[in-house]
């Protein structure tokens, strides 16, 4: 496992391009390396908007055929189900030298890389350094005033709790986020908070959100609310605003 750059380590982390085998190394140092959580934390964040605008688009086996014969000493299927060597002849197993273009490792991170380019292009259609805009967004404080975490409204089922402070949550409870859209419809969950983090919500579908929309976070029961309405202390609650 890589140590030496750990904010290139979390990256790739986050975007899933490790080898199995350091990925475990990975989630086994992360309980007790504070520069390591802090590094995953603030990639996870930046990919945000990244994961919140794709749309996974499935690639055809066609488009793989058509891939795969290009990738140097690596075997091809032919039209007649056989397999062919493209370029030098490929060495026998078990005598691949570390530096060997043809290692599974090589071959992961080429289809890795492609797989990756086909995404965005067909998901994004527009610059990676547009961030989407939430529609509204809220400062929640606790009792005394304090701002513990902000969250922002993108509408269309999606949510962005951010933490300020680190809330303590008990053995066998979770942090539940909720709105009240109307006092008609009364308040809604957005979500769970499984860690205390910030985290990306997937809320159900609810109209609009609206300047002055009340956000808040509660203490619940482990897997959340029994009754679908707020039952345990607010840790900290807020009025939305219209971004400028």
């Not at 199995?20 to 990639?43: F, K």
Request: hydrophobic content about 45%; glycine content about 8%.
């Amino acid at each position: 496992m890589r140590v030496d750059d750990v904010h290139t380590l979390a990256d790739d982390y986050v975007l899933g391009l490790l080898e199995q085998a350091d990925e475990m190394a990975v989630e086994a140092e992360l309980p007790h390396n504070i520069d390591l959580q802090r590094a995953v934390a603030s990639a996870r964040d930046r990919f945000l908007p990244l994961d919140m605008t794709v749309t996974p688009v499935a690639v055809s086996a066609t488009l793989w055929a058509q891939i795969e014969p290009r990738l140097g000493g690596e075997q091809a299927t032919v039209a007649d189900g056989t397999r062919a060597t493209s370029g030098a002849q490929a060495s026998p197993i078990g005598h691949q030298t570390a530096n060997d273009n043809a290692a599974t490792r090589w071959r992961r991170a080429a289809f890795g890389g492609m797989a990756a380019t086909l995404l965005l292009a067909a998901g994004l259609g527009f610059s990676l350094t547009r961030t989407p805009e939430p529609v509204v967004v809220a400062v929640l404080v606790n009792e005394n005033g304090t701002a513990q975490a902000v969250v922002e409204d993108f509408g269309s089922n999606r949510a962005v709790v951010r933490l300020l402070e680190d809330l303590a949550v008990p053995a066998g409870r979770t942090m539940q986020v909720w709105t009240l859209p109307s006092r008609e419809m009364g308040p809604v969950s957005l979500g769970l908070l499984d860690e205390a983090r910030s985290a990306r919500l997937n809320p159900p579908s609810l109209p609009r959100p609206q300047n002055a929309q009340l956000y808040e976070i509660t203490l619940e029961p482990e897997g959340g609310s029994p009754t679908g309405r707020p039952t345990g202390p607010i840790l900290a609650k807020g009025l939305a605003r219209l971004p400028r």
